[in-house]
């Protein structure tokens, strides 16, 4: 299983350097990725397991001031990064156009894009999330070719339980999964929003989800533990 850690704008610098001490106590054979907050990047030597980042710039390396481009990243050792998260969508208006430019920068430098999808309760409860959710998709692989469209890692990722404690049902998963499928059948689908160390057990259920994207749970190392010990 994929295990994404999204620390999100959390750590300062001591914080973050306790935090990599902490990580080295990890023995999992899950796929942990840990995506720092971009300021704590160049501080991560933790080999063991992969870097991934929360953003990219949409823009070369060049006059962009307060981007980060893939390349950049890249030179730092990240090898995934968090695509159209809906917090960079909802408060960056980030675009799918937006994500679709980032993912051909990652592309580019050989970093795998994380694509995150996912609706609003306001979109479920109106039954337009699915319209919402293939378009997210469709948008952010446009003009990518089949090698291009397969590299990627999709999360879905509904708004509603991001940080609320609500999960979906399983039903509500699946028929999400499906519908990824129908567009990307062979990429890996990670499930995100408030999957923590008592809810896994309900989640795993789902046997079509490769892995998690996890917020709140990546910044408490001992509930981390617990809910690897139960994938
Ligand atoms: P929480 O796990 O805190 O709900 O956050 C999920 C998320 O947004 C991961 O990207």
Redesign the pocket.
């Known amino acids: 299983m994929i295990v994404?850690l999204?620390n999100?704008c959390n750590l300062n610098k001591e914080e973050f350097l306790n935090y990599l001490e902490d990580l080295k106590t990890i023995r999992t054979e899950e796929d942990l990725i840990v995506c720092p907050s971009t300021i704590n990047l160049s501080m991560y030597d933790n080999n063991v397991f992969p870097l991934g980042a929360q953003n990219v710039s949409k823009y070369i390396t060049g006059p962009h001031t307060g981007e980060i481009s893939s390349k950049q990243l890249k030179s730092y050792g990240v090898k995934y990064c968090?695509v159209g998260?809906?917090?960079r969508r909802q408060e960056q208006n980030e675009s799918n156009k937006d994500t679709n430019e980032k993912i051909k920068m990652l592309l580019n430098e050989g970093i795998i894009p994380v694509l995150?999808v996912g609706e609003t309760k306001e979109e479920r409860d109106n039954n337009t999330y699915k319209e919402v959710i293939t378009k997210e998709i469709n948008d952010a692989i446009k003009d990518l070719n089949e090698e291009e469209q397969e590299s990627i890692i999709v999360?879905y990722?509904p708004i509603y339980?991001?940080?609320?404690?609500i999960i979906p049902k399983n039903n509500e998963i699946e028929e999400i999964f499906k519908l990824i499928k129908e567009i990307l059948p062979t990429n890996k689908i990670l499930y995100?929003?408030?999957?923590?160390e008592n809810n896994i057990d309900e989640l795993k259920q789902t046997k079509e989800i490769d892995g998690y994207?996890?917020?709140?749970?990546?910044l408490n190392i001992t509930k981390l533990k617990d809910f690897l010990s139960k994938l």
């Open positions: 994404m999204n999100k968090i998260h809906s917090e995150c999360a990722e339980s991001i940080g609320t404690g995100g929003g408030s999957a923590n994207l996890l917020g709140g749970l990546s």
